[in-house]
């Protein structure tokens, strides 16, 4: 499947096309601020309040739930929307989406309050099981398609380098991967058709979801109107 020691996920080729689904990132209804969550952390564990910034309530921003919509007053902000307020591509030529991403949205110390960051290494619940469904569409046998998940080591604590987690079943178990409870929430750095028709790869250092397989499955992430995906030449 591919050549490395799966240590942060396992990158495939292109089967024999591919595209990116760009993890999922949130705008609260103040928009971004130019306070950073790390300064704003810090003002509230300081014993500040919701003075800090008239109008956003701490809970706003600590109150949610990792791989959840965050609340609300949150709204999905599309990559392509901050791409074009910014000027920032969503990846440089030669890059990756990743921390690197949007670099002159950076402040010092992090991103503004206001916008959520994509998950790293994870999928969002909505986009995992929006994923499942179109790859059930895509595959002969629906629902009942078997396939493999792998989890990296890194997402155990890189404790467990010699007990690899590999689980088996079929699409119509993927879904409930999410609140697997020996896998913390992180959905799978690996999931792959036993027949190898498709595979998708979370890297644990990635902003982003490959996935590589048939074009009609590829075009179908490209055009979907809530996974938002993209071809990255230099990455195909």
């Not at 500040?48 to 809970?59: E, F, Q, R, T, Y």
């Not at 994923?131 to 009942?144: K, R, V």
């Not at 998940?149 to 155990?156: D, M, R, V």
Request: proline share 10%; net charge negative.
């Amino acid at each position: 499947m591919a050549g490395d020691d799966g240590l942060t996920g396992f990158m495939p080729p292109p089967l024999p096309d591919a595209a990116w689904v760009l993890h999922s990132m949130y705008e609260h209804e103040l928009g971004p601020t130019d306070v950073s969550f790390a300064e704003y952390q810090r003002a509230v564990l300081n014993g500040s309040g919701p003075d800090i910034i008239p109008g956003l309530d701490p809970a706003d921003i600590f109150g949610g739930t990792p791989g959840e919509h965050p609340g609300p007053r949150w709204r999905r902000l599309r990559w392509a929307e901050l791409s074009q307020r910014t000027g920032d591509p969503v990846a440089h030529e030669g890059q990756l989406p990743s921390y690197r991403s949007f670099p002159s949205l950076r402040m010092p110390s992090g991103w503004p309050v206001g916008i959520t960051g994509p998950a790293e290494g994870s999928l969002d619940r909505t986009d995992w099981n929006r994923l499942i469904d179109i790859l059930t569409e895509h595959s002969p046998q629906g629902a009942e398609t078997t396939c493999l998940a792998y989890y990296n080591p890194l997402l155990h604590g890189a404790t467990e380098f010699h007990n690899l987690h590999v689980r088996a079943g079929t699409l119509a178990d993927a879904k409930a991967l999410y609140d697997h409870p020996d896998e913390d929430g992180w959905t799978p750095s690996n999931l792959w058709a036993r027949n190898r028709a498709w595979v998708l790869c979370t890297d644990y250092d990635l902003w982003a979801t490959k996935v590589a397989g048939p074009t009609p499955l590829i075009d179908t992430l490209l055009n979907d109107t809530h996974i938002e995906a993209i071809r990255l030449p230099w990455a195909f």
